[in-house]
């Protein structure tokens, strides 16, 4: 094995642990259905953002999604993405107060119709999450 395949091992072992402690579920599901069409691009997505971006110690997770969150809000044609990191905020501590005000504030910056776009994403996570939470406390 050489060097470059070592180091991209380590870049994608770092990024599932980093995938599965940041996405849960859901990013795994988005790498799963990439797995079929762009196998090399599901693994892109692993090892970049995940192995080599979000495994840097300069900035916490937390900071991190807070920042995905408000990038994916202001691009405003992005819902998918963003429903899988307003999860990811949850995961690593956020709370639904934190992610509304978060979503809130890209009004000010990409306007009115990214800010609501983004508020009907957080309400549909929010209410599949209580939807998941009730099913397992039956």
């Known amino acids: 094995m050489t060097h470059a395949q ?4 380590s870049r994608f072992d770092r990024g599932q642990r980093a995938l599965s402690r940041i996405d849960g579920r859901a990013g795994e599901k988005v790498v799963a259905s990439l797995a079929d ?6 693994r892109y997505v692993i090892e970049f953002p995940f192995g080599d971006i979000y495994s ?3 900035l ?3 900071d991190r999604e807070i920042a995905t969150i408000a990038a994916l809000t202001a691009l405003g044609n992005a819902a ?3 429903k899988v990191h307003i999860e990811a905020g949850l995961n ?5 107060d934190e992610i509304v005000e978060i979503i809130m504030q890209m009004a000010v910056y990409a306007g009115f119709p990214a800010a609501v776009n983004g508020l009907f994403a957080a309400k549909d ?14």
């Open 92 to 96: 690593v501590g956020l709370s639904r």
């Open 56 to 58: 840097r110690p300069d």
């Open 80 to 82: 998918p993405q963003l």
């Open 60 to 62: 916490g997770l937390r």
């Open 6 to 9: 070592t180091q991209a091992e």
């Open 125 to 138: 996570v929010f209410s599949a999450h209580d939807g998941r939470q009730a099913g397992e406390a039956t």
């Open 37 to 42: 069409i762009a196998p090399d691009f599901a």
